[in-house]
């Protein structure tokens, strides 16, 4: 999932089409890491293909997966603040969110690669932990591009990521 | 050695140093080599780990998109509304049509993929409003660096006399000054190092002179202004419930200001003045 970015070498600006084409299941498995299920990744991802032909024009040629891992995590978190405002609808990153009853039909076949119980504690990581270690792990960003991303300093990172994996190990013991 | 050096080894972040000094210490604790192994399964589960999507759903959200783009409506009329506005579903499961309104506006503000999310913004101009009120400091506001008064008045651009600097704050490459106007109501000012294309934001009015173009919209219970300056980025933010004065006000700014500082003192001005009624 974290291999390398084709557009390095490149160092062209790629099309829409073939961004969509060739990255929009990267994009999905970000949004559904961070958001947690596919309804709300669906409308990640659709809006973070819109952002994306709109911006495509001011991409500047490097990482493109972490350009595309940038403008998702972005959009959930627009979309995760106006529900903060609004908390008469439920919350993926609310700390104490129990993830209730078993797994709908689509959440089961999309953790079939990541066990149910990783998954739960994924999504009920804080926000600022979840963010960095999936743009860590699922993104593979740098702690720097992480930083420069989410406006925290590298060492901030380094501890954020630290302590969400931590937190999934103790699921794990 | 702190706990932290196991991830940034496994991630290959630590100095070298500080890696030799870690597999010494590896190397005598057969605990902390246990802890090692295990964040390194973690990591492995992680960055291995797919999704499987339903069949289709790839397809169809890109057809989704391209469709919006084609369509007459969408190029009549701000394109991240009428997307927004024609989900495949309401976004985030969004029940009142009110909140599907606000998020026309907010839903397009990813558009200039260098600026901070703006809800971020909102919510650390509401944290520090909650500060000027005698609060407790938020967690919005722990990660941020304060920046001493002196400087912050430095770096700030010129404003009202009547707006005194309360707070100043730093994170990354974006400055915060928190500011209180004489009816004591909170104005935020951020500072971002970048650019932006506000013509991207979308669904709120954009103004443009020779010196900078800026775009307002109200979002939540705040209303919003972007300035793309050079080499920065201001982002005005404050409470207010007319919905349509800022971005009427806006319209105005060319003519009646020329400094991106006397722009910043409308923007405020527009945002404030209905308390001063």
Redesign the interface.
Known sequence: ??GPDPTDAAGTVPTWDEV??DH??FM??VA??LAGN???A??V???????V???LV?YTPGSLQG?LA??VT??F??????????PQ?ALPDDPDRVIAGGPGA?EA??M????DH?QAA?AGLQE?FRIA??L???A?M??GEI??H????VG?V??R???G??R??EV?? | MN??W???HL?G?LPAIEATELAAALAEDPRLQA?YD??S???A??????????AG??ER??A???A??ESPESAAAA??VS??SR???P?????AAA?VI??SV??G?????NL?????L??QHEAAAGVIEGAPMPDELH?MDVMPMEKATSEAPPMPADYSMEHAFV????LHLVYRTLDGEPVSVFRHEGDA?VN?LGGGSVVSSDEADMWSAPM??AYVAVVDGTGYVWIVISAEPHDDMMGDLMHDLPTRSASLGERLRDAADAVVEPFRL
């Not at chain 2, 503000?109 to 993929?113: A, E, I, N, V």
């Open positions: 999932m974290t969509a084409r929009t299941r999905y498995s559904y890491r596919h309804s709300d669906e409308d991802v659709q809006e973070s293909l819109l952002r032909k709109r911006g001011n350009w940038r403008i972005n959009v978190l627009d979309e995760t603040r106006r529900r903060k405002r609004r609808t689509d076949l999309a079939q690669s990541l066990p990783i994924l600022e270690v999936i860590c792990d699922v593979g740098s702690y930083a420069d989410t406006g925290v300093p901030t380094r501890s990521v630290h302590r994996r931590m999934l190990r794990l013991s | 706990d932290d196991l991830s940034a991630d972040e802890d295990d964040l399964r973690v990591r589960m992680l960055r291995e780990g797919t999704v499987e999507l339903p759903t790839i959200l890109v989704a998109v391209a919006d783009e394109p991240v997307l927004v989900r495949r579903v976004t985030f499961a969004a029940a909140m606000i998020a907010v839903g503000l990813g558009g200039s993929t901070p999310a703006l809800g971020d909102i919510d990660d994170r990354g490459r974006t294309d991207d939540d219970n």
